[in-house]
């Protein structure tokens, strides 16, 4: 177990670091949590890994009810930060659930959004992987696949995304900011990740060398009062979701003024559940305006052999999680 | 800096500094048990996944088989060997023995420091303990001891 | 000797780090080893290139098949000799180098041809194949005991179900290890093993050398379960020869995947059991047939449906077992074999019987009270299973068991259920050493292991106890081939093993001291009888008499070098026993099931456990809590899976393969019958393992009680819950 050795070089600032990861096979380490394990288990294999874990790109900022998460932010930190426990409760929420307390440590906020899936298939070498070797097959398909995605998936690949706070940031609306040699751009947290399609060995929209730097969360003040972050596990803790919810709802005079709304643990990345959160607009949060935002949330669901309960799971979770915030304050 | 396959890395280590120099690809793991033959802190799984190889880096507690050696330079690492001796048991320590908080013992250093970062947070109660001790993993069962001694030094 | 809570012996030195496993011996010079695998799950290896590995830089011997060659064939050494790839992973080479990062990218560079041939990689693809093994254990495979067809065929309620146990793997949290070396010949093997003795006769074996020539050592044991318990793993062996090889020690350390298949496992089972009652409840008639996986080298069958066959009081009894072999890792004894996946079936069905036959379920299984062994046609040496039910019951509450599906707390709908175990009381042969110095410090010698089960705790507690004497002034030596004989840590067996031979050694020690007392005028308990004397406090003495001296003044009297002494004790003779034994249980459980989420868990645990003497309640309260724990892990959690097209599992990690973590405990309740046995030399029955059975289908039968759903497979996940 472990991949071909590589080499090391640290960043010294953020344009050293887009200088060093422009060479060939150059991986950025942040936190080291996922790519030790990928590189371990021999799923990837860079010939160096540009260390970028001390560059000030880790400041939590509230300002005028937007949150601003430097990429490099330990999780930790942000999930005990005063400001996000106040005005983004499911953002602290989410990594709470997410993990151990060590792993929360180390790992990064930008780290945690690109982690690759935890799918075995990938993480295993030997085993049919189009995202690990395109054109290998995809073993999950028709092999062990409890794991894999409702929606979103391709004959090419079935993978979910396994990140809670990816989840959270979805019904929140949050934003990535991305640096390349290019220069600067920012983009809805939905267009850093791509579907599978026919190209499943990329997980996202980055070109070679960009770098994650911040992600701004808008005013949540509104959903502060009725979020919640469900995860739903095969044991009490420290497991990746098998479906998770993330719901924030906006109530005035008992109408839904807006809802946010994504799932986990279903799809290729966080799935946000747009059309669910359009059903709940202008009801009131009861038991059918629920129940129709579920029904809809589980709508073209795909299951393979393995996976068919999560249909049902979903449909549950998202009642359940709307049930929690739903009711009289 | 160029890359490069061996680094010079200083690491504070129980209160002792060590200048090493380390292959690129050496966790901090690889590092306390090959290197300097601090063998206290234990691999059960070097994937992440058991917490048998938690330290603290600051004061924080982390997972060691996860954490590349180089990336760690100029942290000051505790490790069991920092945590009292055979002469002079910390509290946890003592505490574990009283409740049986053991049986293999191969996963109890990494749950006495991650005990200790624990208590930092000042955990309101058992199920607080449970939950913030859950990434420490124990085949042999001691977890109930292991929380009752943990809640003891809390004060629980 | 009475029982008291002393502390765990080694305790301090695990909780500063300073308990030295086999792993981290120092070996001046050592190789670090890894291991290069078939591309295949099934075929042959037609060449082993490792001419790219040995031109690495650091890296030193390479061995492989042709090494072995100088091995005595046999299934030990089959898997390296032998060219025949039978399951996904199986190693073809071993490569040694300076460092660990360097022999694993070595082994990468071990070019493999081999010839493919199509794996069997399902129980369901085997199934035509099927075959019987002769013995299952020391238990015949296949028993009938009356007409157990017509029983069920006449019977007023039958209870008739297929059960399925899923692949487990046993991952004590340190992974198996072995750091071996040559002196003049003679080989030094430092290993993580369960079986010191065992391993040694395997080396010589397969090395045709003396045992007297190996040194075989594992002080400190960081779980094993079962995998550790026989020398399972012949790469041993490969790490062996590079050492030779070499001239310099090798350290083969096995990565968690490895243990996933290198080390054995819990094998697969698919149960149809069928329950006859008549409308008392009195069973009638029983069929247990169980189907297993096995691998394509050897033979395996846990002893699935052979406590069937004595548990309960039934006349007409039919068990068979049945392997199937697949090109999957090979199977072995891990915690609880046989009981584990035996009871889930079992009481599972009796619960089933009990609720359709509107019987409580502690009261079906009392009066189906086996009061003698009726399938050895013997009385039990003791069993107190009744009484394991009754304070089992009251503890837990048993008689305020709401209706079926009528609690709630919050999202959880709360179920209660219960199950019996039992566990065969087993002893092997062993010798125990003790040595008395003059300064009265005692070493007890005996060539056991303790992987976390107590045995230095035990043997510490009995002599120091025996002779009066505090247990900080005993040095326990175990884990050396060089110290007297001691059984393999397994099968519950090395407390009950030791403490006849233990208690025989430091029965003779006490003799010898109260003869040197009572001979020696010098004494001032010359002349007394030797029944007058006790040891106390460091000091021998009269009973009556307010007379004593301290053993010091007693050993300054005697030879410089001090006391030594011996004691043995025979293994259990099982063609000659007068009665049967077994430990028994009754586990009692709480579960709360979220129907909408499928999420379980287990609220609360009440078990009642009878296993002879207990000579360390803290240390047997953690055994039973942590049998337990592993029965949980089962239960809720634990599937090794596997890729069926390509044989390989899929999840070959700890994140992946479940098993209960701190958030995941119940309350614990544990209450300890204690038995007198006078059958058993030392009063002594095996508990390590009696946690670990009974209680799935305690957790299944909760959960019907909880939401009317029957769940006959393992591990019960949220999709039991959720169709």
């Known amino acids: ?329 | 800096m160029l890359p490069g396959s061996s680094i010079s890395v200083s690491l504070h280590i129980n209160g002792r500094d060590h200048q090493l120099s380390v292959p690129a690809c050496d966790t901090l793991l690889d590092v306390l048990r090959d290197t300097l033959g601090m063998t206290g802190t234990k691999k059960g799984c070097d994937m992440g996944a058991c917490g048998a190889c938690t330290v603290l880096a600051d004061g924080r507690r982390i997972k060691s088989c996860l954490a590349l050696a180089a990336s760690y330079d100029g942290r000051s690492i505790t490790t069991i060997e920092g945590i009292g001796t055979l002469n002079d048991l910390h509290q946890l320590q003592a505490a574990f023995i009283r409740h049986d908080a053991l049986q293999c013992g191969y996963c109890t250093p990494g749950q006495i420091l991650s005990g200790l970062a624990l208590l930092d947070e000042r955990p309101g109660n058992l199920e607080a303990i449970r939950e913030g001790m859950s990434g420490n993993l124990c085949r042999c069962g001691a977890h109930p001891n292991i929380v009752a001694a943990i809640a003891e030094v809390a004060g629980l | 000797m009475t029982s008291h809570p002393a502390l765990r012996y080694e305790a301090a030195l695990k909780v500063t780090g300073n308990a030295v496993y086999e792993a981290e011996i120092a070996a001046p010079g050592m190789l670090h080893a890894a291991l290069a695998k078939a591309p295949i799950s099934c075929g042959d290896v037609l060449s082993v290139d490792t001419t790219q590995a040995t031109d690495l830089p650091d890296v030193a011997a390479v061995v492989s098949y042709a090494d072995a060659g100088v091995l005595q064939p046999s299934p030990a050494t089959a898997l390296i000799r032998e060219r025949a790839i039978h399951f996904a992973g199986q190693p073809v080479a071993l490569v040694t180098a300076s460092t660990l990062q360097a022999a694993r990218e070595a082994a990468r560079a071990i070019r493999v041809i081999a010839q493919a041939r199509p794996p069997l990689t399902a129980l369901a693809q085997g199934h035509d194949e099927a075959f019987a093994p002769a013995m299952v254990g020391r238990f015949p495979a296949e028993t009938r005991r009356g007409d157990a067809a017509g029983a069920l065929a006449h019977a007023d309620l039958v209870v008739r179900n297929r059960y399925h146990t899923a692949v487990n793997n046993h991952h004590p949290m340190e992974p198996h290890v072995v750091v071996c070396w040559w002196e003049d010949g003679k080989a030094v093997v430092h290993t993580s093993t369960q079986a010191i003795f065992g391993t040694r006769a395997m080396i010589a074996q397969a090395f045709q050398m003396p045992a007297s020539d190996i040194r075989v050592i594992s002080r400190f044991l960081g779980g094993g379960f079962g995998c550790k318990g026989q020398l399972w793993w012949p790469w041993m062996f490969w790490a062996m020869l590079a050492s030779r090889k070499a001239g310099r020690p090798v350290r083969l350390e096995l990565t968690r995947a490895q243990m996933f298949t290198l080390v054995g496992r819990r094998q697969e089972t698919v149960q149809d059991l069928g329950l006859g009652f008549s409308a008392d409840g009195r069973l009638a008639g029983i069929e247990h047939h169980v189907l297993a996986q096995t691998s394509t080298h050897a033979d395996y069958s846990d002893s699935t449906a052979v406590y069937t066959r004595f548990l309960y009081a039934c006349p007409n009894v039919t068990t068979t077992h049945r392997l199937v072999r697949t090109n999957e890792p090979q199977p072995i004894p891990m915690r609880a074999p046989g009981t584990a996946p035996g009871t889930f079936a079992l009481e599972s069905a009796i619960d089933e019987a009990a609720e359709r036959l509107g019987i409580d379920p502690v009261e079906l299984r009392v009066r189906n009270f086996a009061d003698h062994d009726q399938e050895a046609e013997r009385p039990w040496s003791s069993n107190s299973l009744i009484e394991c039910y009754r304070v089992g019951a009251e503890r837990f509450g048993w008689s305020q068991r709401p209706a079926k599906g009528t609690v709630t707390d919050g999202r959880w709908r709360i179920g209660w259920g219960m199950a019996s175990t039992l566990y065969p009381a087993i002893r092997q042969a062993c010798r125990v050493r003790v040595e008395l110095a003059k300064d009265a410090r005692l070493r007890v010698q005996c060539g056991t292991q303790d992987m976390g089960s107590g045995t230095y705790t035990a043997l510490g507690q009995m002599a120091a106890s025996s002779l009066g004497i505090p247990l900080s002034q005993v040095t326990v030596e175990l884990g050396d081939t060089l110290l007297p004989e001691g059984p393999f840590s397994g099968g519950s067996q090395v407390t009950a093993s030791l403490t006849p031979a233990a208690e025989m050694a430091m029965a003779r020690l006490r003799a010898t001291l109260a003869n040197m007392a009572v001979s020696d005028e010098r004494s001032p308990l010359a002349g007394r009888p030797l029944e007058d004397l006790e040891f106390e406090d460091g000091t021998i003495r009269s009973r009556t008499g307010n007379v004593g001296e301290p053993l010091t003044d007693v050993l300054a009297r005697g030879p410089a070098e001090g006391l030594e002494a011996e004691g043995e004790s025979a293994a259990t003779q099982h063609q000659s026993l007068a009665a049967s034994s077994m430990g028994y249980g009754a586990v009692f459980v709480e579960v709360g099931v979220d129907a909408e989420l499928g999420e379980i868990r287990v609220r609360r645990v009440c078990a009642a456990f009878a296993a002879g003497r207990i000579l360390n309640p803290l240390l047997a309260k953690s055994q039973y809590v942590g049998g337990l724990i592993g029965g949980i892990g089962m239960a809720l959690h634990e599937r090794t899976a596997t890729d069926l097209a390509s044989g390989q599992i899929v999840g070959d990690s700890l994140a992946d393969y479940l098993i209960p973590v701190h958030a995941d405990m119940p309350e614990f309740d544990i209450a300890m019958i204690e038995e007198d046995d006078p059958h058993l030399p030392g009063g002594v029955k095996g508990i390590g393992m009696l946690g670990t059975a009974g209680i799935q289908a305690a957790i299944a039968n909760a959960i019907c009680h909880a939401t009317g759903k029957r769940v006959r497979n393992l591990p019960i996940r949220i999709e039991s819950i959720i169709e």
Request: hydrophobic content about 45%.
């Open chain 1, 1 to 329: 177990m472990s991949g071909p050795s590589f080499q090391y070089s640290r960043a010294a600032n953020v344009h050293d670091a887009l200088v060093q990861a422009s060479r060939p096979g150059a991986a950025y380490l942040a936190g080291g949590t996922d790519l030790l394990q990928l590189w371990k288990a021999g799923a990837i294999a860079p010939a160096e890994v540009v260390d970028i874990s001390s560059l000030s790109l880790d400041q939590v900022e509230f300002s005028d009810g937007q949150l601003s998460l430097g990429a490099l932010a330990r999780l930790s930190d942000v999930a005990s930060h005063p400001d996000v426990k106040r005005h983004h409760p499911l953002i602290a929420s989410a990594i709470l659930a997410s993990a151990s307390g060590q792993i929360r440590n180390m790992a990064t906020v930008g780290g945690n959004l690109l982690q690759r899936t935890r799918c075995a298939y990938f993480r295993t070498e030997g085993l049919a992987c189009n995202k690990r070797i395109p054109g290998s097959g995809c073993g999950a398909l028709r092999g062990e696949n409890r794991q894999a995605a409702l929606f979103g998936a391709s004959t090419s690949c079935v993978a979910t995304h396994a990140s809670d706070l990816a989840v959270a940031l979805a019904a929140l609306g949050a934003e990535v900011e991305v640096l390349g040699a290019e220069g600067q751009r920012r983009l809805p947290l939905r267009d850093l990740y791509r579907l599978p399609a026919a190209t499943p060995e990329r997980d996202t929209n980055l070109t070679a060398g960009e770098l994650v730097t911040r992600i701004h969360v808008p005013d949540a003040s509104r959903f502060a009062a009725r979020s919640t972050y469900l995860k739903v596990r095969d044991r009490a803790s420290f497991e990746f979701a098998v479906v998770s919810v993330a719901a924030a709802l906006h109530i005035e005079n008992g109408r839904i003024v807006e809802a946010g709304l994504a799932a986990g643990g279903v799809a290729p990345l966080p799935w946000r559940l747009t059309r669910s959160e359009a059903a709940l607009v202008g009801r009131a949060p009861g038991p059918q305006a629920i129940a129709a935002a579920a029904e809809i949330a589980v709508e073209h669901a795909r299951p393979l052999a393995h996976n068919g309960f999560k249909v049902a799971l979903l449909r549950n979770a998202v009642i359940r999680a709307l049930q929690t915030i739903g009711g009289q304050p």
